[in-house]
């Protein structure tokens, strides 16, 4: 039972370009979000959080957007940059359950220069 | 801040072995979580700890065991060790409470043959 789902596993974008990637919940439980990235061989690296009672962050050239009806969110990365090449994940947590944060699947982006 | 630490990087063991891994947490983070990342099931939590207490546990067999000590810093073990382990295991620490950000370590990569 996949609770958070990454439904695309890659995205290519040019640099510059804006690039999205999408993830979906069921757990209505949830009321913490966050978005992670990956390097091959190395743990993930904290990028954006956003608490249920949000709809958007911002934090320098990642913007995350909450869809909480449709148990949506979304990163956003204007510009991209070939360095942003890596695996994202999102991860979602319920106060309820602590520090437990349940993880998609991943989605692999690749900048093209 | 020091980040959070694992040893080892690497682990070579053999089935039916027994296996520890440390971790040290960012100075100040009380809670730290355990996670097991493989190619098939992603990366699923395994157990938390705060205050030399478990707080959550995953859906892994009681093989897989874990520690904090007074200083926070945690250990996991697993005993009579599958070809299954093999995973790169990730150690994450913060703040207490829920809906703070997690850092993680760099993972020990386990191997088993």
């Known amino acids: 039972d996949q609770q958070v789902k990454q439904n695309s596993p890659s995205l290519s974008v040019q640099e510059g370009r804006i690039s999205i990637l999408n993830c979906d919940y069921t757990n209505s439980m949830f009321d913490y979000f966050l978005w992670y990235k990956k390097y091959p061989a190395e743990g993930p690296t904290f990028l954006i959080s956003?608490?249920?009672?949000?709809d958007k962050n911002e934090d320098g050239r990642f913007t995350v957007f909450l869809n909480k009806s449709a148990k949506h969110l979304s990163l956003h990365i204007v510009p991209s940059q070939p360095g942003d090449s890596a695996v994202y994940f999102c991860?979602?947590?319920?106060?309820?359950?602590?520090?437990?944060?349940?993880f998609g699947g991943g989605t692999r982006v690749l900048v093209k220069p | 801040k020091a980040g959070v630490t694992q040893t080892p990087r690497y682990l070579i063991k053999t089935r039916g072995q027994q296996v520890t891994l440390s971790c040290s947490p960012i100075s100040g983070h009380r809670s730290v979580s355990w996670y097991q990342q493989t190619p098939g099931q992603g990366l699923q939590f395994l157990f938390e700890?705060?205050?030399?207490?478990?707080?959550n546990k995953g859906n892994f067999p009681g093989r897989f065991s874990g520690r904090q000590f007074s200083n926070s810093r945690s250990e996991m073990n697993v005993s009579t060790l599958e070809l299954g382990d093999s995973a790169l295991y990730l150690c994450a620490s913060s703040h207490t409470g829920p809906n703070y950000e997690q850092y993680f370590g760099p993972g020990t990569r386990l191997t088993v043959t």
């Open positions: 991860a979602a947590s319920a106060r309820a359950a602590g520090n437990k944060l349940t």
């Open positions: 956003i608490s249920s009672i949000k």
């Open positions: 700890y705060f205050s030399e207490t478990q707080r």
